[in-house]
Structures are given as C-alpha cells and as structure tokens.
C-alpha cells in the first residue's frame, strides 16, 4: 500500500485540534499521592472531565515544565498509564525535570544519553517522544514526533512501501530506530507537501484500519 494514495487526506488532516478527553476519577489516586499534580488537577479541571488537544499542550508546554508535563500525560493516556508508571513518574518528576532542561538541539548521542538516563523514571520511549514533540525538540535538525506502540506496530506491520526502510522495531533497537523514524517521516512528508505531524495522525488513526482489494 502507498501512502501517495491518501496524500490529499494527509494534507488535511488538522493535527492540532487532535484531542482526547480524560476524566478527573481517572487520576483520584495519583492526586491523593502528589500534592502537585492535585494542585494542578485542580487548576485545570472545571467540572468532572477535560478535553485536551495537541494545541493545548503546545501551549501548556511553552508556559511550565510540570503543567506541561502533566497536560501531556492526560492527553496521550486518558485512561491512565498502566501499572504504577505514572506514580514512579511522578516520584522522579525533579530528575527528569533536570534532565529535560536542556539545550534543545539535540544531536544522536545526546539523545541516546538522555534515553539512558531516564531508565528507571517511568519514562519510556513512547512517553518521552510525547513529551519531546510539544516541548518542540529536535535530533540532528529533524523536529521530534510521537512515536508510541500504535505507530511502532503500524511500521512493523510494513503496511506502507514508504515506510519499509525503517527496520523492524524491537525493544532492544526502539531509541535507535526513532532516530530512523524522525528522518522518514521529514522525507516523506517533504516529498509530498504535508507536515510530518499529519503523517503520524495518518499513521495513528488509520494505520491499522485500511484494507486494499488488491
């Protein structure tokens, strides 16, 4: 399957207005928990729930790490994280507060370090590329973008010609990989006049739910 065949969907796709909506009961534990992000729940909770987009937490992001961080964690799991991920997350909130703050250029090694680093902070790939597209970082000059398990299992599935130079993703090559990803994805997206950020959305709502006849 080409992605050419869907380029003008892709073209429109209006990414920042990408939201979900997450309830304040989801979070109750947490909030007993941390008095921070109690404090925030507060703040940004007018009724029972919230409906977040990708435009919000640009702006969240551009404001303060914590209230960034957090927005982030509502909009990409608005059901919670599983396990205690999100509690170990937020027991480590000055470390990776501290290792976030950062020259934001990164280059392939650096990337790599802050990966390691952050082992043991609950921050995995999939949170840690959320947390670098809107905090609007980059490796080597590409513009970092989500890569979670949908979008890892839709490149596995070599569902698209376009995407086949990305190699299978595995848990032992993930960071390395997303470094392939953030090239191929800026190359297609410039080889047929869509952002980057409309090719991940494509990938994300449509990549498992498309059947050819051919």
């Not at 997450?22 to 940004?44: A, L, N, P």
């Not at 937490?57 to 982030?72: M, N, T």
């Not at 902070?121 to 080597?140: A, D, N, Q």
């Not at 513009?143 to 596995?156: A, E, P, S, Y």
Request: glycine share 6%; net charge positive.
């Amino acid at each position: 399957m080409l992605l050419n065949s869907y380029q003008s969907l892709i073209c429109n796709l209006p990414y920042l207005d990408q939201a979900f909506e997450t309830k304040r009961t989801t979070w109750r534990r947490e909030c007993v928990k941390h008095r921070g992000f109690s404090i925030f729940c507060d703040k940004v909770f007018g009724g029972g729930s919230l409906v977040l987009s990708r435009r919000d937490l640009f702006s969240s992001a551009e404001r303060e790490f914590q209230g960034g961080l957090f927005s982030i964690i509502l909009w990409g799991y608005p059901r919670n994280m599983r396990g205690n991920s999100f509690q170990t997350i937020l027991n480590s909130i000055p470390k990776i507060e501290r290792l976030l703050s950062i020259d934001r250029q990164l280059n392939a090694g650096q990337f790599m370090d802050l990966c390691e680093r952050l082992n043991g902070t609950g921050v995995g790939l999939s949170t840690l590329s959320k947390v670098l597209y809107f905090f609007r970082f980059t490796i080597e000059g590409k513009n970092c973008l989500i890569m979670d398990k949908r979008i890892v299992d839709v490149i596995n599935s070599k569902m698209f010609f376009e995407l086949s130079a990305i190699n299978k993703i595995t848990d032992f090559n993930r960071n390395r990989s997303y470094l392939a990803y953030l090239s191929e994805m800026e190359k297609i997206a410039e080889a047929n006049l869509y952002k980057p950020d409309q090719l991940e959305l494509f990938l994300f709502l449509f990549g498992k739910n498309l059947k050819t006849d051919s």
